[in-house]
């Protein structure tokens, strides 16, 4: 902070040459100078910071003093200024540099959503354009509150939605609302059926009536528990069925892929080419558009420019790197392609049998010509009823 206010009001760098510095430094400390960062240097010589303002009064005291004071360096913005007292076109462009400065910060020229999950920031940006809140708008001209009744009014899977304006940055903070409870209607009359084949293992019937044993084979949809039971009064009722039941489930599936494929070979050559995004218009600062043959990488970096406070201008740097490389053919590993085919039927297993126990996986590779295929088989035990309402 101290370093910003000396920046500001100017300061000057002072040598002190003689057989007492001290001397001098009892004397601005008597006369109320302010100073800071005394140094006390070789040969009778020492240097000290006053602020600019107080050089005229330093000139003062030097007939009194036994010692010699010279200005080293002065710096701060009053001597910048003073620097451009003859160069009236240059002091005029900084003027005109920092009124447009000051003008840009009074739009947003970034908007960043934080806080969704499920709301893409797209749908979330699209409303609020419609709403006013854009890159360009002119920031004292968001009124919050209406932007946020009526951009919870447009978008019903939201709570609620602020937008923060940070310099020229636009800071959208939403939450989601949360999902109300599936609530079961037990008074509906449902049955048990089954969601895949299977050889039942277990059954935990809470209500309704068991239309199969553990050790029988059903089919995807088959009735396990029925919704008809008997009842001492009318003979029968439909009831809402609800049970566990477990199945010994199998699966067979095979993924295959080439052997061959096609490797990258760097050369080490690379090309760069710039370009500015003004007011979202790309400016090409570069001839280059990489290499002729197209066998290239292209790596893209994107940097916005941000002033002291947090200044988003609408103006962003781009670096677009071309890497050469030649293509090679090559011949994979059977042992490596046999390696990520099964990591893939291991993930697709976990996909079909989510809290379900394997039991055993086995795997079989067939390799003919320039193709692998792995085939995976899997014995598990899932559960797998389901509630499904009558017709």
């Known amino acids: 902070m101290n370093r910003a206010i000396n920046l500001l009001r100017g300061s000057a760098r002072l040598e002190i040459s003689g057989d007492f510095p001290e001397q001098f430094i009892n004397t601005l400390a008597l006369k109320g100078i302010e100073f800071w960062g005394f140094k006390k ?60 400065v000051t003008t840009l910060s009074l739009f947003v020229w970034e908007i960043e959503v934080t806080g969704n999950v499920t709301v893409p920031d ?3 940006l699209s409303v609020l354009d419609k709403l006013g809140v854009h890159i360009g708008t002119f920031a004292l001209s968001i009124d919050q509150q209406d932007i946020r009744s009526r951009a919870l009014a447009e978008i019903g899977e939201l709570s609620w939605l602020t937008v923060n304006i940070k310099g020229t940055k636009a800071e959208v903070i ?14 509906t009359p449902t049955a048990v059926i089954a969601s895949k084949g299977g050889v039942i293992t277990k059954m935990n019937v809470y209500r309704g009536l068991p239309l199969v044993n553990v050790g029988d084979t059903v089919t995807p949809g088959d009735i396990l528990v029925g919704a008809e039971v008997a009842s001492l009064h009318s003979g029968s009722r439909l009831v809402h069925a609800m049970a566990d039941v477990y199945a010994r489930t199998w699966y067979e599936f095979a993924f295959e892929m080439p052997l061959e494929y096609t490797a990258k070979n760097y050369t080490g050559e690379k090309k760069q080419k710039r370009a500015i995004i003004l007011f979202g218009r790309r400016i090409n600062l570069s001839l280059s558009t990489g290499f002729s043959h197209g066998f290239c990488d292209k790596i893209i970096k994107n940097s916005q420019v ?24 090559k011949i994979m590993e059977i042992s490596e392609a046999e390696r990520i085919l099964k990591e893939r039927l291991a993930r697709r297993l976990d996909e079909l049998v989510g809290d379900g126990e394997k039991v055993s996986v086995d795997f079989r590779t067939d390799v003919s010509e320039n193709l692998i295929k792995v ?17």
């Open 41 to 100: 240097l070789k040969g009778g010589r020492a240097e000290v910071s006053v602020p600019l303002r107080a050089l005229s009064a330093v000139e003062r005291l030097r007939p009194g003093l036994e010692c010699e004071v010279r200005v080293l360096k002065r710096k701060g913005l009053p001597h910048f200024l003073y620097g451009l007292r003859r160069r009236w076109a240059l002091f005029l462009g900084l003027v005109l540099c920092l009124l447009g």
């Open 375 to 391: 085939t995976l088989t899997a014995e598990c035990i899932e559960q797998i009823g389901k509630i499904q309402e009558l017709p």
């Open 174 to 187: 939403v939450r989601e609302r949360i999902p109300k409870p599936e609530i079961v209607e037990e008074d």
């Open 306 to 329: 941000i002033l002291p406070g947090d200044f988003h201008l609408p103006v962003r740097l781009i670096a677009e790197v071309f890497e050469e490389y030649e293509p090679e053919k």
């Open 122 to 124: 797209g749908e979330i």
